[in-house]
């Protein structure tokens, strides 16, 4: 099945499925522009045809999908071309997963970081294996966690969405489980045989109730309970208060405050305050505000300074402007959620 999508995302029709498979296995399954409006287009055909009962989608290699392409996004900034429709059609791809309605199983057998959260994470149906892992890294790239990370974040459990969004900290499918990430947890060897039964059958429910076995949480209780505690401050200043206040008997405090002094300051402002935001926005409403947000990103310093620490001069020191968070001025950060006219993300 032809989607427009090349040699970068595969379309079959399998039985009772509609099956999407990510064939950039050297790229890490980077979702680019191209792949976005593929998959789009095959959800909607697939919507409308009654031999389909459900959607797959999978990933080969060791990704299921490491994030968007950011080096073409990087490139074509740096040019005087930012990336607007890619972004445009990729947040639309992602409200359209959220609303999809037929089961939408995401079959998470390796990493899923940015880009590739927004195109599972949204669906019905969040199968990880032991291989997956999981995070949001984009504060520590000047950026923010976009692809719908401002619905998604809030709802995790014990401010769980707050200290991912912070610190960009990968986890396993075991806290992905326990805090709401992953909907199903199984083991990889059962992969084949659970999408053949979802093909066979188009019935998810019986699928998964066969293979699913609760992984346990990986972060220890008393390390979850101190998430809570700090992540649940009414404002990113009094977080980082709270972790400074136990950081001198508490290791998770010590080790939390460096990971977050690495990350950009305003890129922190931001995330706080989208994640704040997003937990009274329906899913719309959160993807209007991260197209916001993102036309003053790409037309600002530190996403495109985070880049080149990060994939041109790897490993180097990213220099952040403003360097500090007492030097990132409240009007600032106001200016990236300010309406765009009619520039608004049309959904």
Known sequence: MDFGGGDDIRFERIGKAGVATLTRPKALNAVNHRMVKALSAALAAWEKDRAVELVVIKGEGRAFSAGGDILDVYEAGRAGRPKYEFFADEYRLNARIERYPKPYVALINGIVMGGGVGVSVHGSHRVMTENAVFAMPEVGIGFFPDVGGSHVLPDL???????????????????????????HTVSSEYLDGLLEHLCDTGDAGSALREVFRAAPRETPTEVVHAIARHFSKPSL???????????????????????????????????????????????????RMEFRILNRMLTGHDFYEGIRAALIDKGSTPQWSPATLDAVRPEDIEAYFAPLGDRELVL
């Open 157 to 183: 459990g014990g401010h769980f969405g707050f200290y991912l969004g912070l610190t960009g900290n990968r986890i396993r499918y075991g806290d992905a489980l326990w805090s709401g990430l992953a909907t």
């Open 237 to 287: 200043r009094e977080i980082l208060a709270s972790l400074e206040q136990a950081a001198a008997d508490e290791p998770f405090a010590a080790e939390t405050l460096a990971t977050i002094a690495k990350r950009s300051p305003t890129s922190l402002a931001i995330a706080f305050r989208q994640i704040a935001a997003g937990h009274t926005l329906s899913m719309d409403e959160c993807m």
